[in-house]
Nanobody, 126 residues
Framework: VQLQACGGGLVQARDSLRLSCAAA????????TGWFRQAPGKEREFVAA????????DYANSVKGRFTISRDNAKNTVYLQLSNMNPEDTAIYYC????????????????????WGQGTVVTVSS
């Protein structure tokens, strides 16, 4: 599965961005999809994940209420809406995917994912 993440950029605090993750040549409705991020000098961390149908989501505590993950299976794309951003959100954002049965739990560990996109850079200035 090839994942293409895009939408990053340089924004100011309290601004918004929408990241997109497209799965080329694969039916994204069969994939659990997650977003992770890695800030300079830090470990990669979980941000958000969504079930195959989109009915179940999970978020890191640091982004709850500010970020929203969603999917449009007809467009084979998963989105991450970033709102009310702050400088601590500065990082490379990666989308990841894995196949799984419809009723499986939403995976939140990086080790659970098999496929990774190349990352998109988000920089938030104060």
């Amino acid at each position: 599965v090839q994942l293409q993440a895009c939408g990053g950029g340089l924004v100011q605090a309290r601004d918004s961005l929408r990241l997109s993750c497209a799965a080329a040549g694969h039916d994204v409705s069969r994939l659990f999809t997650g977003w992770f991020r890695q800030a300079p000098g830090k470990e990669r961390e979980f941000v958000a994940a969504i079930s195959r149908g989109g009915g179940r989501t999970d978020y890191a505590n640091s982004v709850k209420g500010r970020f929203t993950i969603s999917r449009d299976n007809a467009k084979n794309t998963v989105y991450l809406q970033l709102s009310n951003m702050n400088p601590e959100d500065t990082a490379i954002y990666y989308c990841a995917a894995k196949y799984g049965i419809l009723t499986a739990a939403v995976p939140i560990s990086a080790d659970d994912y098999n496929y990774w996109g190349q990352g998109t850079v988000v920089t938030v200035s104060s």
